[in-house]
């Protein structure tokens, strides 16, 4: 599956980003997808998953109440809702796909996108 992520940027601490990520290449429904983030010097971290119906979701304890993951079907596209962003939110973020049920481990996902980079100021 292709995976295309846009909508980084650098914004102020306390804004917000949508990060959107289109899928191509098979049935979006029957694809569980998920956001990772990298910061420099530490390893590739979960954000956020949802299930390939939408009704299962995750949000790591570091963005609850902050981050919402979402799926339109009818674009085949997830999105990351990021509100009140933190400097400590800077990193590359990804969105990663895999068949099956939904997974918090990145080494269960065998499709990445190019990542996308957020930079939150103070």
């Known amino acids: 599956v292709q995976l295309q992520a846009s909508g980084g940027g650098l914004v102020q601490a306390g804004g917000s980003l949508r990060l959107s990520c289109a899928a191509s290449?098979?049935?979006?429904?029957?694809?569980?997808m998920a956001w990772f983030r990298q910061a420099p010097g530490k390893e590739r971290e979960i954000v956020a998953a949802?299930?390939?119906?939408?009704?299962?979701?995750y949000a790591a304890d570091s963005v609850k109440g902050r981050f919402t993951i979402s799926r339109d079907s009818a674009k085949n596209t997830v999105y990351l809702q990021m509100n009140s962003l933190k400097p400590e939110d800077t990193a590359v973020y990804y969105c990663?796909?895999?068949?099956?049920?939904?997974?918090?481990?990145?080494?269960?996902?065998?499709?990445w996108g190019q990542g996308t980079l957020v930079t939150v100021s103070s």
């Open positions: 290449g098979r049935t979006f429904s029957r694809l569980s």
């Open positions: 990663a796909a895999r068949s099956g049920y939904s997974s918090l481990d990145r080494r269960s996902y065998g499709d």
């Open positions: 949802i299930s390939g119906s939408g009704g299962t979701t």
